[in-house]
């Protein structure tokens, strides 16, 4: 069972490059970071983690993702650097497509590209999104960024990205291009998987190991449907509680890797419960 770590970094907790260095002295496998660029003062969606519905002030402060592990990569060797997750359909994919290939050359092949649609409405309306259809943008930006990848002059011609023939380098050490993993735990959530990702990160909290095998059955029957080989699926538990016995029945039920969340501390009480952790579950 490989395990990661997941902490929403800001200017309020350890820094991104010595959470990574930490991690992977202590031999954590991989190291994710969440991504809101902004959150709109006026907001009435509710948040889900707490009673009052009122979001943590850390969702405020996130630094960017891909500057982030950029510096992460540049302070470490071997762990994998992951977006968990990106907000695909709240970024031009142009400007995407060429960070996530920065951070997986800078890297030398170590990103894993963790994406999903966004819950917050009102951070959405901000850039443009179509909320109700937010998946389906996100499908055609995945789309788009496997094109800007893949292809010399790259074009593509959608709904909700147009753009003529460019020049788009640098192209992923990763070929054909980075693991696509989708975040959800929803009815549709294993076509989206099927159809243009190569992993799926349920949310620990959301999902026990039954789920998990009965999700990871249904992507791979839609995987051989489609003609892909269910062997290259991988799933990453995101958020699960820390327990080695938990950790082994999600193993057990087919999870290829749990990531465990961290709260949004400074750096001596981080350093000491990433010990712990160590301790405990590797």
Sequence with gaps: MKVGITQFVTDRTIDIVSLARHCERLGFESLWVPEHPVVPVDMTTPFPGSADGKLPDFYKRLMDPFVGLAAAAGATEKILLGTGICLVP?????YTAKEVATVDRVSNGRFLFGIGAGWIGEEAEVFGVDFP???TQTREHVQAL??????????????YVDFPKVWCYPKPIQQPHPPILIAGELERMAARVADYGDGWIPRGRAIDPAGVEQGRARIAGLYRERGRDPAQLTVSIYGAD??????????????????HMLPSKGEAETVKQLEQWAAELL
């Design 90 to 94: 709240e970024r031009n994919p142009l």
């Design 133 to 135: 259809r937010r998946w």
């Design 146 to 159: 496997k094109v800007l990848w893949s292809e010399e002059h790259p074009e593509f011609h959608g709904k």
């Design 242 to 259: 820390p327990d080695r016995e938990s950790n082994r029945r999600f193993a057990d039920a087919g999870t290829d890797r749990v990531v």
